[in-house]
């Protein structure tokens, strides 16, 4: 079984910050890529960022490089640390597993998934 729980998201304003951390275990918590993504209402999903596990390679959406950070804290942790968060941040956002050596920033590409965490910026 393969479970994937986020959590640190919640209300900031905008300029503020969070730090989402996401625990992987059973068949999510091998030495996969992860990614972070974000759906907001009536959009469709969207990559966020994203890591190769092993090699510790990043990438990151336009929108967000620069403000957030995406990084492993031991083997079955993912984290994204968001600063100068703006109102268009404001989103649920998912980790997801892909059992693959490297990220992806397409959402079919990933295997599981976790409930999501919501974000929400004021202005």
């Known amino acids: 079984q393969a479970q994937l729980v986020e959590s640190g998201g919640g209300l900031v304003q905008a300029g503020g910050s969070l730090l989402l951390s996401c625990e992987a275990s059973?068949?999510?918590?091998?030495?996969?890529?992860r990614g972070w993504f974000r759906q907001a209402p009536g959009k469709e999903r969207e990559f966020v960022a994203g890591?190769?596990?092993?090699?510790?390679?990043t990438a990151y959406a336009d929108s967000v490089k620069g403000r957030f950070i995406i990084s492993r804290n031991a083997w079955t942790t993912l984290l994204l640390r968001m600063d100068s968060l703006k109102p268009e941040d404001t989103a649920m956002y998912y980790c997801?597993?892909?059992?693959?050596?490297?990220?992806?920033?397409?959402?079919?590409?990933?295997?599981?998934w976790g409930q999501g965490t919501q974000v929400t910026v004021s202005s």
């Open positions: 059973g068949r999510a918590a091998g030495n996969y890529a």
């Open positions: 890591i190769s596990w092993i090699s510790g390679s």
């Open positions: 997801a597993v892909r059992t693959d050596s490297d990220y992806s920033t397409v959402p079919d590409d990933y295997n599981y």
